[in-house]
T-cell receptor
Framework: DTGVSQDPRHKITKRGQNVTFRCDPI?????LYWYRQTLGQGPEFLTY????????KSRLLSDRFSAERPKGSFSTLEIQRTEQGDSAMYLC?????????????FGEGSRLTVL | GEDVEQSLFLSVREGDSSVINCTYT??????LYWYKQEPGAGLQLLTY?????DMKQDQRLTVLLNKKDKHLSLRIADTQTGDSAIYFC???????????FGQGTELSVKP
């Protein structure tokens, strides 16, 4: 299966530490998205890339969050100086521009717990 | 602005029809989607509808779109216990761009 994969699946950290998540999209997909989901809520958009260019970033995204997609393939999402409010599931999705349905394919997520 | 609203819970008996409703605010939305999320699994696309359509049927699923009222619904016929999951409505106003999700409707199917 060559779906979207995310690593690690679960991360527990102490407040103030930095964490990094990795996403490997479906290989031919040129767009990659990061979402955050908290319990009882729908996924909240964070940012997305087309190839290596970051096309949009949510204005709700703190400066402590940074995402990269250096070679237009995998992406990393780093959270610096984590806070308890950062505890959530971080979802990655990918899509192919030009696909008529415009659907996003999601990974299973990386769950962050900040103690 | 971008906002998608859904009712939070729905409980039905196995074999009944389920109807999950969604309202959205962005009249420029061109694509509307229904995603399903099972416990411990990623979101999976169930079906989608273009804004120039009123209805789409796909096996047990029927999607109805009322653009005037900005209302989208998903009907699941002959609901099974395996349909128990959280269902998310999402809108996108350009192909391949970001999706805006509702908060999800938890469907519980009782035998």
């Amino acid at each position: 299966d060559t779906g979207v994969s995310q690593d690690p699946r679960h991360k527990i950290t102490k407040r103030g530490q930095n964490v990094t998540f990795r996403c490997d999209p479906i290989s031919e997909h040129n767009r990659l998205y990061w979402y955050r989901q908290t319990l009882g809520q729908g996924p909240e958009f964070l940012t997305y890339f087309q190839n290596e260019a970051q096309l949009e970033k949510s204005r709700l995204l703190s400066d402590r969050f940074s995402a990269e997609r250096p070679k237009g393939s995998f992406s990393t999402l780093e959270i610096q100086r984590t806070e308890q409010g950062d505890s959530a599931m971080y979802l990655c999705a990918s899509s192919l521009v030009g696909r008529i349905t415009g659907e996003l394919f999601f990974g299973e997520g990386s769950r962050l717990t900040v103690l | 602005g971008e906002d998608v609203e859904q009712s939070l819970f729905l409980s039905v008996r196995e074999g009944d029809s389920s109807v999950i409703n969604c309202t959205y605010t962005d009249s420029s939305s061109t694509y509307l989607y229904w995603y399903k999320q099972e416990p411990g699994a990623g979101l999976q696309l169930l079906t989608y509808i273009f804004s120039n359509m009123d209805m789409k049927q796909d096996q047990r699923l029927t999607v109805l779109l009322n653009k005037k009222d900005k209302h989208l619904s998903l009907r699941i016929a002959d609901t099974q216990t395996g349909d128990s999951a959280i269902y998310f409505c999402a809108e996108s106003y350009n192909q391949g761009g970001k999706l805006i999700f509702g908060q999800g409707t938890e469907l519980s199917v009782k035998p």
